[in-house]
């Protein structure tokens, strides 16, 4: 059964950075479209990043310049690169996975695997 793992959260201060992390097992064949989204207190799920196998990577417009999503060689990997972290990216990040190609306006139902989340505090 496919799981993905996520791990890199923690607690930090205004404008300091974190690298989040998942990683993809028990799966045949690829998974062509990895992503991160997050969801506040309160808040629904937003997308945050996503990135196909080949390395074309989109972010959201909140976090575009500021956060970066990678995968490895392999594809089994993907991380995030949150830079100048502000109070507001505070939210339980998780990494989502499907075998079908990125769209341009990613949605949760679009995801078939989901990794149980990373929470990142942002404090002022």
């Known amino acids: 059964q496919a799981q993905l793992v996520e791990s890199g959260g923690g607690s930090v201060k205004d404008g300091e950075n974190l690298k989040l992390s998942c990683t993809a097992s028990g799966h045949d064949g690829l998974f062509y479209c990895m992503a991160w989204f997050r969801q506040a207190p309160g808040k629904g799920r937003e997308w945050v990043a996503s990135s196909d196998f080949y390395g074309h990577a989109r972010t959201a417009p909140s976090v575009k310049g500021r956060f970066d999503i990678s995968r490895d060689s392999g594809g089994n990997t993907l991380y995030l690169q949150m830079n100048t972290l502000q109070p507001e990216d505070s939210a339980i990040y998780y990494c989502?996975?499907?075998?079908?190609?990125?769209?341009?306006?990613?949605?949760?139902?679009?995801?078939?695997?989901w990794g149980q989340g990373t929470q990142v505090t942002v404090s002022s």
């Open positions: 989502a996975a499907k075998v079908y190609r990125c769209l341009f306006d990613e949605q949760v139902g679009d995801f078939e695997v």
